[in-house]
């Protein structure tokens, strides 16, 4: 069977809800390893629904949840790869840490990875999208030396002149100005005043301040479609 068929087939049946490969050639913070495998799962919908005003602790728990299945999701797919004679490298929240940098980035975000891949594009929120599932979405990524065959890559915003997310945050982080792939993320978002915000909306439903908000991703009319779904 080919190997990008393979992996993908074997990452679904572990939990992925889509599997991606991108070229990152000139983008990969390891040296060699110039493909990217990306895969996310989706938020339930019930999750989402009970999101309208604020977060909520099912929010919160369901977060941490998907990141741990991310990041076995990683690791089995690095050890998959290893097994085959290639290099790979899982960027799992746990190897990865919680030091973002000045804006609140990795050094290669899965999304850029995911874009590259051809699986969706980033919104005005600077979230991933896709037409699919909204932005109810969690990312993780693996970098490779493994022949794997690559998307085309989504080199601009699909939002057109929607403003649901831009009009849902009340601390005023989204400018509104379309992402396309020569933008840098603070060129049309602002992660400070997200933050600032998501403490405090956070710490009034709560009862404690953490950077969890989740009014864009509820607001998308991508996630609408998909939320009310049967």
Same mark, same amino acid.
């Given at each position: 069977m080919n190997l990008s068929i393979e992996l993908k087939n074997y990452l679904l049946k572990n939990g992925a809800t889509e599997v991606g490969y991108a070229d990152i050639t000139n983008f990969t913070p390891k040296e060699k390893l110039n493909t990217g495998v990306v895969f996310y799962i989706t938020y339930p919908k019930e999750i989402i629904r009970n999101m309208k005003n604020a977060p909520t602790r099912e929010y919160v728990d369901e977060l941490v949840s998907m990141n741990t299945r991310l990041d076995m999701l990683g690791m089995i797919c690095e050890e998959f790869l290893m097994d085959k004679g290639y290099n790979a490298y899982a960027q799992t929240k746990k190897r990865l840490g919680t030091d973002f940098g000045e804006f609140n980035s990795f050094e290669l975000p899965h999304k850029t990875i995911a874009t590259k891949a051809g699986l969706g594009w980033i919104g005005? *929120?600077?979230?991933?999208? &896709?037409?699919?599932?909204?932005? %109810?979405?969690?990312? *993780?990524?693996?970098? &490779?030396? %493994?022949?794997?065959?690559?998307?085309?890559?989504?080199l601009k915003s699909k939002c057109g002149k929607c403003t649901k997310c831009m009009e849902a945050c009340l601390g005023g982080a989204i400018s509104g100005k379309e992402w396309n792939y020569t933008l840098k993320r603070n060129e049309f978002y602002d992660d400070k005043k997200c933050e600032k915000y998501a403490l405090k909306i956070s710490e009034e439903h709560l009862g404690k301040p953490d950077t969890v908000c989740g009014k864009c991703i509820y607001a998308c009319p991508h996630t609408q479609k998909y939320i009310k779904k049967s």
């Amino acid at each position: 069977m080919n190997l990008s068929i393979e992996l993908k087939n074997y990452l679904l049946k572990n939990g992925a809800t889509e599997v991606g490969y991108a070229d990152i050639t000139n983008f990969t913070p390891k040296e060699k390893l110039n493909t990217g495998v990306v895969f996310y799962i989706t938020y339930p919908k019930e999750i989402i629904r009970n999101m309208k005003n604020a977060p909520t602790r099912e929010y919160v728990d369901e977060l941490v949840s998907m990141n741990t299945r991310l990041d076995m999701l990683g690791m089995i797919c690095e050890e998959f790869l290893m097994d085959k004679g290639y290099n790979a490298y899982a960027q799992t929240k746990k190897r990865l840490g919680t030091d973002f940098g000045e804006f609140n980035s990795f050094e290669l975000p899965h999304k850029t990875i995911a874009t590259k891949a051809g699986l969706g594009w980033i919104g005005k *929120s600077a979230l991933f999208t &896709t037409k699919e599932y909204g932005s %109810a979405i969690r990312l *993780s990524s693996v970098l &490779t030396d %493994a022949p794997l065959d690559i998307g085309k890559p989504i080199l601009k915003s699909k939002c057109g002149k929607c403003t649901k997310c831009m009009e849902a945050c009340l601390g005023g982080a989204i400018s509104g100005k379309e992402w396309n792939y020569t933008l840098k993320r603070n060129e049309f978002y602002d992660d400070k005043k997200c933050e600032k915000y998501a403490l405090k909306i956070s710490e009034e439903h709560l009862g404690k301040p953490d950077t969890v908000c989740g009014k864009c991703i509820y607001a998308c009319p991508h996630t609408q479609k998909y939320i009310k779904k049967s």
